[in-house]
């Protein structure tokens, strides 16, 4: 079985207070869908195991719950923002796969 696939574009933001780690929100909605779906399979810290995509890199990471905001943080890896030419507030498509 292959998990759904969901398409979004998000803002790419700095966790205040830790320079360098750079995430982008995984919308509400599909926040919403991927908990309803995937919630029984979270891990430590209530992660989930993800591939995602965002231009030609794609790269196996885990999205984070985030109570504060209602929805998953994907943290985007320092190699993938160098590749892809990410910066702070860049708006970014992106792809995600739950990792079964």
């Known amino acids: 079985m292959r998990a759904p696939t969901y398409k979004m574009r998000a803002k790419v933001w700095v966790y205040p207070g830790m320079v360098g780690w750079h995430f982008i929100t995984v ?3 599909q926040s919403s869908n ?20 965002i ?8 999205i984070f719950p985030d109570k504060k905001r209602g929805a998953y943080l994907l943290p985007i890896k320092a190699e993938v923002r ?3 030419e ?12 739950v990792r079964l």
């Not at 991927?34 to 995509?53: N, Q, Y």
């Not at 231009?55 to 885990?62: D, L, Q, R, V």
């Not at 990410?86 to 796969?97: G, P, Q, R, W």
């Open 27 to 29: 919308p509400k909605k």
């Open 34 to 53: 991927i908990k309803k779906v995937f919630g029984a399979m979270k891990r430590g810290w209530g992660s989930l195991p993800v591939m995602a995509t």
């Open 55 to 62: 231009g030609k890199t794609t790269w196996k990471t885990s």
């Open 82 to 84: 160098k590749k892809e």
């Open 86 to 97: 990410i910066e702070k507030d860049d708006m970014v498509a992106l792809l995600l796969e």
